[in-house]
């Protein structure tokens, strides 16, 4: 292997637009290796259009928008166009302004705009005749995408499409062919999870001749979404039209007026407008688009905070600008396929949580009022049993300012929730119920432990009473049994593994705050995964409320068992905080590493997946799912064994067979930046596998050189010059230059700076009992 | 007749309440006169409920709430319907808290609450099987309305139900009959106007136990019409539930939650919510509702500012407090019947225009924007095609403060609007767009010239910038061709007559300000009227572009003659402004007063008015339509003759035929006040038939004794001691004691204070031609 580059080391310098001290590194234009297109074909569920780290406006084309109601489509659009775009669609309905970032279910595509000539179409058409709409077709020779810039030619209309942004704004470049009429559509009715009737209601108005504002109201996964925007126009509208796709009970304004042409405003469930521009010079046509959730002033205020004056390679330019600064924060030594992997996973780990306030601060809240965030900004897409596993212990590690700031964003969302809870699956103000736990207790402990400026306090209220009500999916049943029963919930096992690692959190943030009572009482509730283990040294199972097991039962079986996405093989592994504990529950050390190689080397019999839309073979590295979290830190856990050797050989096989820089590459939905922080943690040799311990468990690097440029100006370096494919184990470790033992670094050891050096062979090391002193932390072995 | 009571003239004193230094007249109860049932049967379209002066909360029962789906009854119940109550009907549905006064369009009907006891019903049933509903039977004798207060007795439940209001809340007081279950229903889909559908969203939160906030958004006649609310209990909600009519496309905390009990909030197209209460007190529950079209917060601070701590005796207290202050700024001698049409007119006179902003001055603005009135009130429900003829010439005489805010509110109305124009039918933050004209130019220009404290430039910028939009309702070929052409508008002809006073008062607020070269336009605009005559001396008739005449016309015929609401006959004297002009181009004072003749006195064939919803036969007068809003001003044109005594004869049959002290009483929908205001005003004797010119014609006093205690501290007394039914005809007036010959009286003589004697008697003057001098104004007369 050769090395691409060699970090430049510079001065300490203030990087302006990513807001740190560290190395001046967004010279080193990281960017480069970031290929958006990554994860867009299969499971991925990425986008390829442009933002700047952590916006709110992610501007992409759409490639279909098919509605739910066509037979037997449903379940199948929903997931597998959850990005808006898929590489293998052939056309583009056009450009929208939000896109969720590698999720599993869908919604947003607000916003749509789409450039056309010829006769003026205002219905989407359809891809197999895209002729009789205003889609068009493209190929991806035409395509290009990096950090904040997409470019795609409409080749039905030969129209060149150009897109970049800012936080809250996007920015449009048209270059029409000469002579052809100059139509820009904006469909109201577009969206991604979009069905008749999801726009509840949308408004537009013409403000003179070069601005339009407006909102609309959808219901989707996001229950009530409200968009606000205001569109600027480098030249102004010659021609503007609506069409009204369905008619507004009241119509008494018919006789007055022909609101079909020329009418600047115009409301209601089922608007698309129509612009024309003058075909009289070779400038191509340049719009801003602002979004708000709070106002239509509030976005007409964003768009001229930052695009105003400002020309669209202004914008290309800083979004770039910003996304090299990021992704300077960590340097990195590699093939170019290496560092495409690992740039593009950490690009993509910077997409969601997305800043959902205006540049004043102001925010809708949970509450449906409208908030304002002093000194600090507003972040939604929490999408927290995906993210709390490494997506958030690297963005506290990485971006601590806005790790406080999500922080705060979930604590303004427990005190606006109605029923006092941190959030679940925070989307644009409304609370998605997705998936289950109580996970942002995690992230809010993690924070408070790291010395995030949150009010402890308030923190601490807030996770207790998100951990106490009791109607959430078998909370009171939880509390009373130890354990959720079946009759609470389908996946009450899985329930209460997730509950008890929560519950673990909180006891962790108790005892810091010196709040005893709080923290015997979550030290208990913390060990009711014990609760699901009969003692026979076999995996979790679920219970009734009686108190009976399940029976029989299927570990490798996801469905009907009392788990959600994890079959019981995989999902018993969820004690991160105390797998010293759940290792004695599975019978000892040689019982427990028995189980964790058959769940990597014994294939998983087809008919447990067959049916299941987020699986595939490919995914698949025998029984282990990387591609749904439960698994995630599960190669990990033989750090806590004596042969560690084994989990370094399979994290390797993930890194290679999961994350593949290619349009089709990854091995399950990047969820909003979890799959790809995984990577990007993984690579560098160590994993959170129990967020709030302050500990990062070692497991085996995969590039040669990894260096961290940490917010506080500190530089912390991986270096393992030696690994391969082939040398993949770990022969031995140094921090410092000093031999280093433990199994794990913390937190501390990372924020002092310094070097962690791995010396790699491809030789396993022999098994050997590790020192007690040397674990990672377990709940068991606290004094 | 016998004096009813003698006005008690106290020192001057602040009124509480209606924020007013004038006499203490609030002692005198004149609310008891009034009979909030007049109008509620037939064409009066006024509703029964309770609310203060001008108050933005009008909480009153519904009787029906039709779906328009209904085969054939669309139509009827959209008109019959507009005031959420019938008279006629059998059942109450429940108690909404939003009604407008007297329209022939119908909207609003916003948040439904219904008590009930038995088994749980979340449907409203039907009229004729009330028992599959929770609607109930009612009777008359159990109910009783009064201004502030109503009560009924829902006879299905044995439930007591008493509603009173705030400006900005209700408060309702329910006594459930001993040993019942207490529900209350909360019906978010309950509307007038209604219709599946009708609700775009709705969402509600309990806050604690005894409070609910949410909100919900209706597409109706107000495009998009929002209102928050916040809800108090007097005690705790024991239990509590939702109904989704119509289920939410994402369902993904099906899982979780039943959210049909107990769960603390809910949001959907189709929500019905109910609460239970213990039946463990014989208080009765006391339900406060604030309400806020701009948030939750709005409506609990709207809430905490106007019923916090206070019973509902207090609030009712208050409410007729209130009233009796408002009415008692004038105080009129009469029999119980005369006293009762009076103060009943005059309580219409104050429903509309309603506040529409927080106690905090927060609005929502047409722009949808969220806007801040400083220390004035925004107000809403301009019917000002109705209004601006008498009810806000009204308005500025005996509610200076009121009426500043309402030009207020109508120039942030035009600066907010996308087109630049002042209200038509301003509706909640909507521009309703009924009928023609845009008069709002007519109150804005009467109350410049009042002296109202309103910004001159701004005003007259709003002005000019709505007469010139062109493609309002013909506005582009009005300036080119005089007229408004039957191809830009059914009703060319009767448009261009509204236009043409329209533009004469811009010409009058122009001249005011000293903007003469504006003046002189409006001038020549102002007298656009003339090219509806042909010089045959014939009515006004409509044109095509051309210039051509339409052929052949009928005069009795309202509809496809280019007039809209008023045949040509009536129509055809709608020039206020310019009646001597009007009067040569019909062919002088013998023809003119020969039209006007007939127009009263020859019954008009059936055969023009059987389609037609708004006019019976009992509304008619020969063939003057005095539900017609463009009528209302005409027997004062007599004034303008030398026969005055002809006006005064059909003034006293207008008094008598179309305004009975019954629930049937009304000749025509009161149109917010307007038909009211036509009568307080008519039975002072004066008429502000041109408003802008600050004159007041003359007519005939209906009552023996008004008196008006004005803003300033002065007193304005008109008195005709023998006036009767025979004594109908004026033979001699004093002002000041002085004889006076004018045929019209000014603001500034009212506003100076004084006393208007009618010499009264039951023989009519002799013809006599009236010195220029005396005659009222006319523009052809100007110097």
Chains 1, 2 share one sequence.
Request: proline share 5%; charged share 20%; glycine share 10%.
């Amino acid at each position: 292997m050769f090395r691409h580059f060699l970090a430049a080391i510079a001065a300490v310098v203030v990087v302006a637009g990513c807001g740190r001290t560290g190395r001046d590194t967004a010279d080193l234009h990281l960017s480069q290796y970031v290929d958006p297109f990554i994860g867009t074909s299969g499971m991925g569920h990425t986008f390829p259009g442009a933002c700047v780290p952590f916006g709110g406006v992610q501007v992409s084309p759409d490639t279909d928008t098919i509605p739910h109601n066509v037979a037997g489509k449903y379940q199948a659009d929903v997931y597998s166009l959850c990005a808006g775009y898929r590489w293998d669609d052939p056309t583009i309905v056009g450009f929208s302004h939000t896109h969720l970032s590698g999720t599993g279910h869908s919604d947003l595509g607000d916003i749509l705009l789409m450039p056309t000539t010829g006769s003026l179409q205002l219905n989407p058409g359809t891809a197999d005749k895209p002729e009789n709409g205003y889609r068009s077709r493209y190929t991806h020779d035409s395509e290009t995408a990096s950090p904040g810039y997409y470019a795609v030619t409409l080749a039905d209309y030969g129209i060149r499409a150009e897109l970049s942004a800012t936080t809250r704004t996007a920015v449009h470049r048209y270059t029409y062919p000469q002579g052809a009429e100059r139509h820009l559509i904006l469909d109201l009715t577009h969206g991604i999870y979009n069905y008749e009737g999801k726009t509840l209601w949308a408004s537009v108005r013409m403000v003179g001749d070069s601005l339009l504002t407006g909102y609309r109201i959808t219901q989707g996964w996001a229950r009530e979404n409200y968009t606000y925007f205001a569109i600027s126009f480098s030249r102004p509208v010659a021609d503007y039209g609506y069409k009204e796709k369905i008619r507004s009970a009241y119509r008494g304004f018919w006789r007055k007026f022909k609101t079909e042409h020329g009418f600047p405003e115009m409301a209601g469930r089922g608007i698309v407008c129509w612009m024309d521009f003058a075909d009289d010079s070779d400038e191509p046509l340049v719009v801003k688009v602002g979004l708000s959730a709070t106002s239509a002033q509030g976005a007409l205020a964003n768009l001229r905070a930052e695009a105003h004056g400002k020309s669209f390679e202004d914008i290309k330019a800083a979004a770039e600008g910003d996304w090299n600064c990021e992704l300077g924060k960590i340097s990195a030594q590699g093939t170019p396929d290496e560092l495409k992997m690992f740039y593009t996973s950490l690009y993509h780990t910077m997409i969601n949580p997305s800043v959902y306030c205006d540049a004043d601060g102001s925010y809708r809240g949970l509450d449906g009022g409208i908030h304002k965030a002093e000194g600090w900004n507003n972040y939604t897409v929490f999408s927290l049993w995906d993210t709390y596993r490494a997506e958030h212990p690297l963005l506290l590690l990485m971006h601590p300012e806005r790790a406080r700031d999500m922080a705060r964003s979930m604590l303004a969302h427990q005190q606006q929730s109605a029923h006092g809870l941190l959030p679940i699956w925070s989307l644009m103000a409304n609370e998605g119920w997705c998936m289950s736990g109580y996970h942002a207790v995690s992230v809010v402990s993690d924070a408070l432990l790291a010395g995030a400026d949150v009010d402890g306090n308030q923190a601490m209220e807030a996770m207790v009473s998100t951990s106490n009500v009791p109607y959430l999916e078998g909370v009171k049943a939880y509390k009373e049994l130890g354990y959720v029963p079946l009759e609470d919930s389908s996946c009450g096992a899985s329930t209460t593994l997730e509950y008890s690692y929560d519950d673990w959190a909180i006891y962790k943030a108790a005892k810091a705050l010196g709040r005893d009572s709080l923290a015997k009482q979550y030290k208990l509730r913390a060990q009711n995964y014990k609760n699901l283990f009969d003692g026979s040294g076999s995996f979790a199972k679920a219970r009734y409320r009686d108190g009976a097991w399940k029976t029989p039962t299927d570990p490798r079986q996801t469905y009907g068992e009392g788990f959600i996405e994890g079959n019981s093989y995989n999902f018993s592994f969820h004690v991160p905080h105390d797998v010293i504990g759940l290792m004695g529950l599975m019978g000892g050390e040689d019982r427990f590493l028995c189980i964790l190689d058959t769940l990597f080397s014994q294939p998983l019999d087809p008919v447990y997946y067959a049916d299941n839309e987020d699986i595939e073979e490919s995914c698949l590295i025998g029984g282990y799912v990387h591609g749904n979290e439960p698994s995630h830190h599960i190669p990990y856990l033989f750090q806590w064994t004596s042969d560690p050797a084994k989990g370094e050989y399979w994290l390797r096989e993930i890194m290679e067979r999961m994350y593949r820089p290619r349009r089709d590459g990854l091995g399950g939905n990047d969820d909003c930046g979890q799959m790809s922080a995984w990577y990007v943690f993984s690579a560098m040799g160590f994993y959170p596998v129990c967020p709030g311990s302050g500990e990062f468990v070692l497991g085996a690097p995969f590039l040669k050189e990894i260096s961290l440029s940490l917010d506080n100006g500190k530089t912390f370096t991986v270096k393992a010059p030696e690994v391969s494919s082939q040398n993949r184990y770990v022969k031995a470790v140094k921090l410092n230059g000093q031999p280093y033992s433990k199994r794990y670094i913390t937190r501390d050891d990372i924020l002092s700076g310094g070097t962690l050096e791995f010396e790699m062979t491809d030789v396993p090391r022999e098994k050997a009992a590790p020192s007690e002193s040397d674990l990672p932390y377990s709940l068991s072995l606290e004094k």
